[in-house]
């Protein structure tokens, strides 16, 4: 797996290590390192979860520095796996970072898992963000501030547990399309026979109170989703027959 770490709203280390011990579990248990990006001011981002988690290798740090509180720190890592790109260029350092990502995978199913990027303050920059799902460069995870945002693509089944009764659980479509797609659901309050055929599909949903195995299940049977759940949830994805 690889992370690429980002400005913006990221929830706090503790939260997510539930997600990371699931990770290293699925590669076989042992340390193993998660390969690291940092993008301009997420490499304090990364600093923090390395401080409390400290499972993480950084390979790379770029970006053009518009947002880091302190260029000082650079000087702390070794000059060779520091970017420097200008201010005024065409892609954002979180492109930058999630092209670098894709250029590091070891093999085509290496996840990639986004953290930061999220909040209000910048609406626009939040919006663009969630249109990379619709793009090459897409993560498979983006861990916001109070979210986590897996993608779900075409022959692709997700299994959803550890949700409380209010829990919400959202699912959307890309920025590719507002209509189109078909997806199925078991588990939920209301099932994927409910979902609206234009825009949102569904938004905070919840599990059903007879869930079996208090487990939520989707298949996406034709398109690409993208699953809003909170970081509290256990998620896995797979391709089914």
Known sequence: MICVFTGGDAPSPESTECFFSEKRKEQGGGFFPFKSIAADSGLETFEEYQAKLEIFSI????????????????????????????????????????????????SPDEEIVLIGAGGGKRIDHLIAVFDLFSTRLRPDTWITGEQFLHFLGEGMRAEISNLAANDTVSVLRTSESRTGGKIESKGLKWESSLFRLEGVPSISNRMSEDAACNRIELKSIEGDFVIALPNSAKISIFPFD
Do not use: C, F, Q, R
Request: net charge negative; proline share 2%; glycine share 2%.
């Open 59 to 106: 390979k790379s740090i770029l970006g053009d520095w518009d947002s880091i509180k302190s260029k000082e720190k650079l000087s702390e890592y070794p000059k060779e796996i520091i970017e420097n790109h200008i201010v005024d260029k065409d892609y954002t350092d979180t492109e930058l970072a999630l092209e670098k990502a894709h250029s590091m995978k070891d």
